[in-house]
């Protein structure tokens, strides 16, 4: 059968599909024809009726999964492609077309996958008395997008992106074009998870005790596993324009993701100040800014730094610029897990790899609690000036350190003007900034956030607060 003479993309996530519709193409003709098996399986009318039956009904489920719609073969033979992580595909993320031998095998591939992608199913329906594949090749979900109210694997982008490849296929007519159309998609958007996605946390891969599937667990340190980057799937909407104020830290951290995704000398980066600030809203807004143009960012807890290494040993031979996320960055005095990141970031024998920053927020200046007994204790530590500087190197390893700091009464005034604007909240100007001041002396004082929860409040009565 075909898919037994692929090369590169041999090894195919979520393949099995392609294998039972394989086949059932190259065995279908067979049905009562006095065999009674090939390749261990039936090959009497009934099974062969049942294995096709189920190929339409999981290529449906792919549709509520992954709000596939239009013809569902056709989608899920371009979910195989942009997801299959090999040679080709990923020298190709973000960097166009590579040279070498590689190409024929790939282009080797591709004639298969063609083959596969131009199949008339007519014939196979006709035989086996199956008309139904018809819902399979003209499908569309109750929502436009075939999710049937489940949770999907994708966002509605992601979906959009690999429905528009299946369809650009379809204008393919030899395997050189359609070779020619998956390389410009991993130039464009990248290949596998890292290509799909912005963001990601880190999660523990443990093995399913029934030997069925991979099992992801909550992160606990002390049960192994392998260490898994998980994609984040519905990310915040937010851009820098959104956060109102905060000009030139909005500039200095940009300046630096600029020089980083840019492929120049970077540092890693501190935003720290007041509470609710927009710190973090500055972190999401730069990983939607520059997601085209190979930017991912991995969200890591404290207890996680530990596993520092692993996760940069995943990310530190691929094509894209990596921003590792730290929000609400802080350590008390008891905890020891700061020393794991200041090896990562500088100090430890291996170099950290130029396609890996660290963005961290923080409340704190310093990130570790201080107390004044550090610099009392001289009959307990003759060396307290070396506690001190213990506790301060970890911030000196953030070559750019941002502040952020609490609005001032008009500044706050300006935030909730501009936010009731972009919101549609048509309101007396005076009345809106008096029941604003109102809100800020109850619900946690001048700051952006509360500027915000202010506007979600009066977008929640429905009345434009009148």
């Known amino acids: ?51 096709f039956y189920d190929c339409i009904h999981r290529l449906i489920e792919l549709a509520g999964s992954y709000g596939f719609h239009g013809n569902l073969w056709h989608c899920y033979l371009a979910n195989l492609l942009v997801n299959n992580e090999n040679s080709y595909s990923c020298g190709c993320e973000i960097r166009g077309e590579i040279e070498g031998s590689i190409n024929d095998a790939v282009l080797h591939d591709i004639v298969i996958f063609k083959e596969f992608y131009d199949y008339d199913f007519g014939p196979m329906c006709g035989k086996l008395h199956v008309a139904e594949f018809a819902l399979a090749e003209h499908y569309a979900g109750g929502d436009g997008g075939g999710s049937h109210g489940r949770s999907k694997v ?40 890292f290509g799909l996605h912005k963001a990601f946390r880190v999660v523990r891969k443990s093995p399913d005790p029934y030997g069925e599937s991979d099992i992801y667990k909550p ?29 030139l830290a909005k500039r200095k951290l940009t300046e630096n993701t600029e020089a980083f995704v840019a492929g120049r000398k970077a540092n890693n980066c501190l935003l720290f100040g007041d509470a609710g600030t927009g710190k973090s809203s500055c972190i999401k807004a730069i990983a939607n800014e520059y997601y085209d143009r190979g930017l991912r960012m991995i969200e890591i807890y404290k207890h996680q730094f530990r596993d520092l290494n692993h996760v940069i040993g995943q ?32 100090g430890g024998l291996e170099k950290k790899p130029e396609n890996v920053l660290i963005y961290a927020t923080s409340n704190r200046r310093h990130l570790i609690r201080e107390n004044y007994r550090d610099k009392e204790e001289i009959r307990q530590d003759m060396h307290t000036g070396d506690t001190v500087q213990e506790k301060l190197s970890l911030v000196y390893r953030f070559g750019v350190t941002i502040y952020f700091g609490a609005p001032d009464k008009k500044q706050f005034q300006e935030i909730v003007k501009s936010l009731a604007a972009k919101n549609g909240l048509d309101m007396p100007q005076e009345e809106l900034l008096l029941e604003a001041n109102r809100w800020e002396l109850s619900h946690g004082g001048l700051s952006g956030r509360t500027a915000q929860q202010f506007i979600d409040y009066l977008s929640g009565r429905g009345d434009n607060g009148g």
């Open 1 to 51: 059968m075909r898919e037994k003479e692929l090369i590169v993309y041999r090894t195919l996530q979520d393949g099995e599909l392609l294998f039972d519709m394989a086949w059932l193409m190259a065995h279908y003709e067979e049905a009562d024809s006095g065999s009674e098996t090939v390749a261990g399986r039936l090959c009497d009318m009934a099974s062969m009726r049942e294995l």
């Open 154 to 193: 994708y966002n509605t982008r992601i979906c959009a992106r690999i429905c528009e490849l299946a369809e650009k296929f379809c204008l393919d007519h030899t395997p050189e074009e359609m070779k020619a159309t998956l390389t410009q998609f991993y130039k464009e958007y990248g290949v596998g998870r």
């Open 219 to 247: 992160y606990d340190i002390s049960e192994g596993g392998e260490v898994y980057i998980e994609p984040i799937r519905n990310i915040a909407h937010v851009s820098l324009d959104d956060l109102v104020g905060y000009e």
């Open 315 to 346: 990310i530190k031979n691929r094509n894209y610029r990596f921003i590792i996320y730290m929000d609400d960055l802080s350590f008390e005095e008891f905890e020891t897990e700061y020393k794991y990141l200041k090896a990562v970031i500088e």
